[in-house]
Nanobody, 118 residues
């Protein structure tokens, strides 16, 4: 099992910044990739950013140039640095970890609310 604990959400004004953290515990040796998804009210959950065990990253077009995903292996933690935040970034952000390649298993964090409003 993999447990994911998220933190860093909150209320921020447009143009501001937040850094989300997701610490993994449990069977962390088998995690192949981690990422962030978000879901706004009335909308589908969407991919925001991913990072693989090899260090490659991928971003949604809507956040490229503004968000950065990174890892701290010593702390088993993945981060999402969010800059130049816009009201449309408002959503519940979920951390995801993937175990396995042939039959991947997804583990989800509890979600953290990010609200961008003046």
């Amino acid at each position: 099992q993999v447990q994911l604990v998220e933190s860093g959400g909150g209320l921020v004004q447009p143009g501001g910044s937040l850094r989300l953290s997701c610490r993994a515990s449990g069977s962390i040796f088998s995690i192949n990739a981690m990422g962030w998804h978000r879901q706004a009210p009335g909308k589908q959950r969407e991919l925001v950013a991913t990072i693989t065990s090899g260090g490659s990253t991928d971003y949604a077009d809507s956040v490229k140039g503004r968000f950065t995903i990174s890892r701290d292996n010593a702390k088993n933690t993945v981060y999402l640095q969010m800059n130049s935040l816009k009201p449309e970034d408002t959503a519940v952000y979920y951390c995801k970890a993937v175990r396995g390649s042939s039959w991947p298993i997804n583990y989800w964090g509890q979600g953290t609310q990010v609200t961008v409003s003046s």
